[in-house]
Nanobody, 122 residues
Framework: QVQLVESGGGLVQAGGFLRLSCAAS????????MGWFRQAPGKEREFVAT????????DYGASVKGRFTISRDNAKNTVYLRMNSLNPEDTAVYYC???????????????WGQGTQVTVSS
């Protein structure tokens, strides 16, 4: 059982950066792959990034590749999403998730956080 709480969202101007954090409760955190997804109003949930339990494997959605970086600190039970060069298309609620494998599919994840709002102004 894992509980996830996102933080770090907010309002930022285009071209700026944010770092989102996802704090997990539970001893099994280091055994889970982690993912970030986002959803904007009226749009489908979109894969952003995933990282393996060890942190050695990462993958990114095409729209964020080269701009976003996912990382984790298993000693702190925390996963991060560093977002650079933000643009208004990145505006969405960002969700942290945990599951058994690295995957771009939301159905692969068992646990989800409540989300944190990221708004990028033009």
């Amino acid at each position: 059982q894992v509980q996830l709480v996102e933080s770090g969202g907010g309002l930022v101007q285009a071209g700026g950066f944010l770092r989102l954090s996802c704090a997990a409760s539970g001893r099994a955190f280091s055994r889970y792959a982690m993912g970030w997804f986002r959803q904007a109003p009226g749009k489908e949930r979109e894969f952003v990034a995933t990282i393996s339990a060890s942190g050695r494997i990462t993958d990114y959605g095409a729209s964020v590749k080269g701009r976003f970086t996912i990382s984790r600190d298993n000693a702190k039970n925390t996963v991060y999403l560093r977002m650079n060069s933000l643009n208004p298309e990145d505006t969405a609620v960002y969700y942290c998730s945990a599951g058994p494998i690295t995957s771009s599919g939301g159905s692969s994840y068992n646990y989800w956080g409540q989300g944190t709002q990221v708004t990028v102004s033009s």
